[in-house]
């Protein structure tokens, strides 16, 4: 079962870009690696989704290097808005059909 | 919005009940996760449906079961309440089995045990 371990917490300030990393040792052949975003008190946002290499949407860069263990989520252009927790979850796509979250990225962008 | 439906948004009883959290899955969704998130904690893994079938079990308590209906809706079932069980409760749905696809997340059911 795939585990993954995130900083805990990561400052910013508005106009920056942020790069969180997510470690994912044991990560399977057919896993997807997800990221997420949530707000206090609301449910998990879909922010991005890959593979390997690189994968670019409206509102971030997912990196994924050759041997997946790693990923980086990149938010281009912070804004206080973006403040939150960004969880990454490495999909079982086993027998168990688990997905785990992790601990979570609490970013806090400063003006 | 997200497509998910969860009711009731808050629930507010005594140690000992029991209560039962409703999700709507998305139209055409035939996979549904439970998680709970108790104050400053991450998302914990319960129990993971597929099309009316149990697929998966994080740590589900033994007090606690679940259900997905023929209509594709799901139900927890939470009973002997304990104080820690306070939390909220999230439903996420997903098209696929596995993990390659995009869950979405109700708003909550926020359960408070006094």
């Known amino acids: 079962l795939a585990k993954t371990t995130q900083p805990i917490s990561m400052d910013s300030y508005e106009g920056q870009e942020v790069n969180i990393t997510c470690s994912h040792n044991?990560?399977?052949?057919?896993?997807?690696i997800t990221w997420y975003q949530q707000f206090p008190s609301q449910g998990p946002r879909f922010i991005i989704q890959g593979y390997k290499t690189k994968v670019t949407n409206e509102v971030a860069s997912l990196f994924i290097p050759a041997d997946r263990k790693s990923s980086t989520l990149s938010l281009p252009r912070v804004s206080l808005s973006d403040t939150a927790v960004y969880y990454c979850?490495?999909?079982?796509?086993?027998?168990?059909?688990?997905?785990?979250f992790g601990t979570g990225t609490l970013l806090a962008v400063q003006p | 919005d997200s497509g998910v439906t969860q009711t009731p948004k808050h629930l507010i009883t005594a140690t000992g009940q029991r209560v039962t959290l409703r999700c709507s899955p998305r139209s055409g969704d035939l996979s549904v996760y439970w998680y709970q998130q108790s104050l400053d904690q991450g998302l914990q893994f319960l129990i993971h449906?597929?099309?009316?079938?149990?697929?998966a079990k994080g740590n589900i308590l033994e007090r606690f079961s679940a259900q997905q209906f023929p209509d594709l809706h799901s139900e927890l079932n939470l009973s002997s309440l304990e104080l820690g069980d306070s939390a909220l409760y999230f439903c996420a749905s997903s098209v696929r089995l596995a993990g390659s696809g995009e869950l979405f997340f109700g708003e909550g059911s926020r359960l408070t045990v006094l």
């Open positions: 449906y597929y099309n009316g079938e149990e697929r």
């Open positions: 044991n990560i399977a052949t057919n896993d997807y």
């Open positions: 979850l490495v999909g079982d796509n086993g027998a168990t059909n688990k997905l785990i």
